[in-house]
């Protein structure tokens, strides 16, 4: 740790020891007089159009893991993953990784990120129905009661506390248009609470080996709250922030160090509020925002392989920001469509620029309609991202899509969102997974699931002496870490062949080539070293038909997809996890390895069956 960043914690702690004593008589947000005299709110900074006249109402919304909101609408402290709740501490005072936590947090904050609030907001806003006026009264009086300035798990995160002041004044937003003098006090109320979250968060930036899309989020919503509230100098301070660790954070190609899509698409979630509020003030992103943004988005569109479905390695928490449906709207798709919209470009990043109800009240109908207007950016049949380490090849006719992760393990010191997944693949074939990887499943509260998910052989990938390339220390932090080098890469007449090797069991050398033409790819691993090595493959389903050296896994579009193993496979069932929080069992296939083993994966469509 650097002289630098053991003087930021001490500080930290020292504020921590300043604000147990200045909160202690345990008060809403919304009365705290610590930070100063709150400036007035300009909501219409926000950018809602409130003309928007397509729309969904209701008062529930989706949670993770399956667990159904009706059960847990005030249970602001529920641990989900067990019957009790968080204690109520200090906010600095809990350790959310440690062995004996009741639960995820990460699960109790998708409630308390608030997004019913702006729901119920605009529900009475286009219904004019007290009743859910008078629920989201209930929450909000509700909430402050159980969760007052710096106490309770709600209080622990900087980067919640930004995601939330973004829904208390999108709420206050949609209460202020509805008109209605009852709403004032409410909304009085939430402007005064965003503000003291914003100049809270100000203060507990996170920094250092700390850093990642937290404090980019972070930054982001002091830089809203700031456009919104006239602070000029908070807007100063946030954009520099952004500019700097979004530059440090993401490689020139566009892929996020934190090798997790996830994490990319949701930095850029943040960098697009950004740009919407700046843009109410006559105000721009600075350019090299503008042009990260704009990789970033090619990086994105090209894990695309059709369907709503996305090539993702890493973390996925099925975080969002902002979302005024009552369900999520395929993250990727979202994202792309704000990209669009703000960059202004000539052509457009996803499909339908209206993908969700959300970019409705974000953008007039005119602006949506000329930007679906734009051409679709179309993906090349090769795309090489060699600083992120993630290259993607579209064959059999662009219908088959393999993506190849020859990049490190993740960011910085913690890289604490990557998995141990190097040399891995993933397969899809008309939009329908084949090869698939494991998801992340749950972040705190069951280290064994977390390991687990994030282990070398529940990828697509060698693994050696039953050993994970990297050694997981904690839910989000690694010891060891395996280096990926020598990657290699040639296009030639239909022909893709790339290559890398890494040092996650050195002495023992790993090497994987794959080799792709026609409806075909070949996998080759090496290993050097006299160790015993398997290589796995995973299936989503049960369906696999396998016959000593061979397996065949039939999609539900009929095509057949065959996979022919240099020796002989083993199978057996495989959890993963396709949505954060909930498990699927699938088939995993094994291979001894003795020096070298190649792989056939072969495309068979019915012209060719038999």
Not at 262 to 280: D, I, K, N, P
Not at 289 to 297: H, I, P
Not at 446 to 461: E, I, W
Not at 496 to 517: F, L, N, W
Request: net charge negative.
């Amino acid at each position: 740790m650097s002289a630098g960043e053991v003087a930021w914690r001490f500080g930290q702690k020292r504020l921590s020891v300043h604000e147990r004593r200045a909160f202690s008589k345990m008060e809403p947000v919304y009365a705290v007089d610590a930070y100063g005299r709150v400036s007035k709110a300009n909501l219409s900074r926000l950018g809602i159009d409130f003309t928007n006249g397509e729309f969904s109402v209701g008062a529930d919304i989706e949670l993770l893991a399956g667990y159904r909101y009706s059960e847990y609408r005030k249970r602001w402290h529920a641990a989900f993953q067990s019957p009790g709740d968080w204690p109520m501490r200090f906010a600095a005072d809990y350790a959310f990784g440690d062995e004996g936590a009741p639960g995820d947090i990460r699960t109790n904050w998708e409630l308390n990120r608030h997004r019913q609030f702006a729901l119920l907001a605009k529900s009475y806003f286009v219904t004019g129905t007290d009743d859910f006026f008078s629920e989201l009264s209930d929450l909000f009086d509700d909430w402050n009661e159980q969760n007052p300035f710096m106490w309770g798990p709600e209080w622990a995160s900087p980067m919640e506390e930004s995601i939330r002041l973004i829904n208390w004044l999108v709420t206050a937003a949609f209460l202020g248009a509805a008109g209605d003098e009852a709403t004032d006090g409410l909304r009085r109320r939430l402007c005064v609470g965003a503000w003291v979250m914003a100049a809270h968060v100000r203060q507990h930036y996170s920094r250092h080996s700390s850093a990642n899309n937290h404090t980019i989020v972070e930054a982001a919503g002091v830089a809203v709250a700031a456009t919104v509230f006239g602070e000029h100098e908070w807007l100063d301070e946030a954009l520099a922030l952004l500019e700097s660790e979004v530059a440090h954070q993401t490689y020139l190609d566009g892929v996020n160090k934190e090798q997790a899509l996830h994490y990319q698409l949701f930095v850029m979630e943040a960098l697009c509020l950004v740009s919407h509020a700046l843009r109410t003030i006559g105000k721009a992103l600075p350019a090299s925002l503008v042009e990260r943004l704009r990789s970033m988005a090619r990086y994105a569109r090209a894990c695309s392989v059709g369907s709503g479905k996305y090539v993702e390695f890493g973390d996925d928490d099925e975080g969002v920001i902002l979302c005024l449906g009552p369900e999520k709207p395929c993250y990727p798709d979202y994202v792309l469509a704000l990209v669009t919209l703000e960059l202004e470009s000539d052509y457009r990043w996803v499909e339908d620029v209206r993908c969700c109800e959300t970019v409705g009240w974000l953008y007039g109908k005119r602006r949506l309609q000329s930007a679906n207007a734009l051409p679709l950016t179309q993906n090349a049949s090769v795309e090489s991202f060699p600083d992120g380490g993630v290259t993607i090849v579209r064959f059999d006719e662009g219908r088959g899509v393999l993506a190849f992760d020859h990049g490190p393990l993740g960011f910085g010191r913690l890289a604490a969102h990557g998995h141990a997944d190097a040399l891995s693949v993933q397969l899809y074939v008309d939009g329908e997974p084949v090869l698939v990887d494991p998801g992340t499943f749950i972040y705190n509260g069951d280290r064994r699931m977390r390991d687990k998910f994030r282990s070398t052989c529940v990828h697509n990938t060698m693994c050696v002496g039953g050993r994970d390339q990297s050694e997981a220390l904690g839910p989000f932090l690694w010891g060891r870490k395996a280096n990926v080098s020598g990657f290699a890469f040639e296009e030639c007449e239909g022909r893709v062949i790339m290559s890398a090797e890494h040092d996650g069991y050195s002495p023992v050398c790993v090497r994987r080539t794959v080799k792709i033409q026609g409806a075909k790819a070949v996998v080759t691993d090496e290993v050097k070293g006299g160790e015993a090595a398997a290589v796995f493959w995973h299936l989503p389903s049960a369906g696999v038909e396998v016959d000593g050296g061979a397996a065949e896994f039939r999609l539900q579009s009929g095509v057949v997809v065959r996979i022919e193993a240099g020796g002989s496979l083993e199978s057996g069932e495989f959890e993963y996890s396709p949505d954060y929080g909930m498990n699927a069992t699938g088939v995993e296939l094994s291979v001894s390895v003795n020096e070298s083993l190649t792989t056939g994966i072969f495309i068979i469509r019915d012209s060719e069956a038999g």
